[in-house]
Each structure stands twice: as C-alpha cells, then as structure tokens.
C-alpha cells in the first residue's frame, strides 16, 4: 500500500526565515510520481512539481528547492526567504500505476501548514 | 489556456437531497479523477474513469455514483447527503500515458456544504 507521511502538521516563521517541509513515502512500486501542491486559502491545488522516482536529481526553482533522497524514502520542500504569500497548506503527494493507463491517482500526505508571518 | 472545469462553485444543500457535481475536463484528456477534501484533511481519491469507463475506485460511498460521458466529462451524483458529506470535491484529468504526458491537472473544486 502507498503512504506519505508529513509529519510536520504547522510550522511557523517569519519572512525571510528558510523554511523545510519534510516529506516520507512508502511504496512497493519501482517506478512512481511524487508531488508537491500548494492549497491556500481560496481552497484550489496549485501544482509545484512532479518527480519521477527515476530521477534524483535536486530541482531548484526560484526560491523552492526540492530534495528527493530515494535512499530515505523522502522528498522534501524548502521555501528559501519565505513570503507571506508561501502562507498555505502544502501536501505533498504520490502516485503509481496500478496496472491501469495512467499514473494518476494520487495519495496525499496529511498536509503542513505554513504560516509566514510579517 | 483551458483548465478543468467544475459545476457549480459552491452548492448547499439540506440532509436526504442529492446532488450531482460536474466535471469538464482539459480538451483532448481522456482521464478523469474525483477527490473528496473534508475540512483539515487532505484530498482522498474517490472514483476515476478511463474513456467512459470506470478505472479505478477508492473509498467512494454507495451512495455516490459516477460516469464519464461520450463528451468526456463527469458527474459525481450523491443521494442521501449527510453532513459528513460537506467537503471540496476536485475534479482532476489527464491524458493516459500512452497518449501523453500523463500529468493531471486539478479543477478548482466545488464546495458542498450540508446543512
């Protein structure tokens, strides 16, 4: 069975501060997706980033970095110099192909949330 | 350009209603996912649909139900609400790996609330 665990249930820290979201996984599968989304407050899943269990290689885009460690089972987000825009729910996410067409359906971590103060 | 489509927004409804949610998914996707988000939880996949058919099921209630149409898009029928059904209801689509990249992409949801 596939699991995510984000054990971190709210952090909080000021603008500026570099922030990390810890994300654990467990799955039997070799080859799978792991997921960042950002949910603020108007509710919508905003896509961060999609990686292949394949490739792991550290992403940096602007000030998210993303760190995939196949070795620990962990793909974890940081926010360098936080805004209080980054104040969301962040779930992290994996998917795998259980023998259908597609990748597609999704398990969730319980979520992080992440509040910026000014 | 196009992004998934939910109907409606908001909806609210009373305990024992029905309600039907639907979804338009990305032009050319072939795949559709329905995820229920109760309040503080994460997102839990409900049903999913592959060309019209049903691909894969998770813990979706017997009172839902759920189809994709000709057109590809979906509706999530729910009888004998319950408050426990009040939630965000994503809609998300793809197109299948052998077609494409694969990647979904979510609606932006619709809020039931039963009162």
């Known amino acids: ?70 070795s620990t089972s962990s793909f974890n987000f940081t926010i360098t110099a936080s805004q209080v825009v980054d104040s969301a729910v962040y779930f992290c996410a994996l998917s795998y192909n259980a023998g259908g067409t597609s990748y597609g359906k999704l398990t969730f971590g319980q ?7 000014p | 350009a196009a992004g998934v489509i939910q109907s409606p927004r908001h909806l609210i409804k009373e305990k024992r209603e029905t309600a039907t949610l639907k979804c338009y998914p990305i032009p050319r996707h072939d795949t559709v996912y329905w995820y229920q988000q109760g309040p503080g939880q994460d997102p839990q996949f409900l049903i999913s649909f592959y060309e019209k058919m049903q691909s894969d099921k998770g813990s979706i209630p017997d009172r839902f139900s ?41 609606g932006p949801g619709t809020r039931l609330t039963v009162t």
């Not at chain 1, 269990?53 to 995939?68: L, T």
Request: aromatic share 14%.
């Open chain 1, 1 to 70: 069975a596939q699991k995510v665990t984000q054990a971190q249930t709210e952090i909080s820290v000021v603008e500026k501060e570099d922030v990390t979201l810890d994300c654990v996984y467990e799955t039997r599968d070799t080859t799978y997706y792991l997921f960042w989304y950002k949910q603020p407050p108007s509710g919508e899943l905003v896509f961060l980033i999609r990686r292949n269990s394949f490739d792991e290689q550290n992403e940096i885009s602007g000030r998210y970095s993303w760190n995939f460690q196949k």
């Open chain 1, 111 to 117: 979520g992080t949330i992440l509040t910026v103060h």
């Open chain 2, 66 to 106: 759920a189809q994709q149409f000709s057109d590809y898009h979906s509706e999530l029928n729910m009888s004998s609400l319950e408050l426990g059904d009040s939630a965000l209801y994503f809609c998300a689509s793809s197109l299948s790996q052998d077609r494409g990249e694969d990647l979904q992409y979510f």
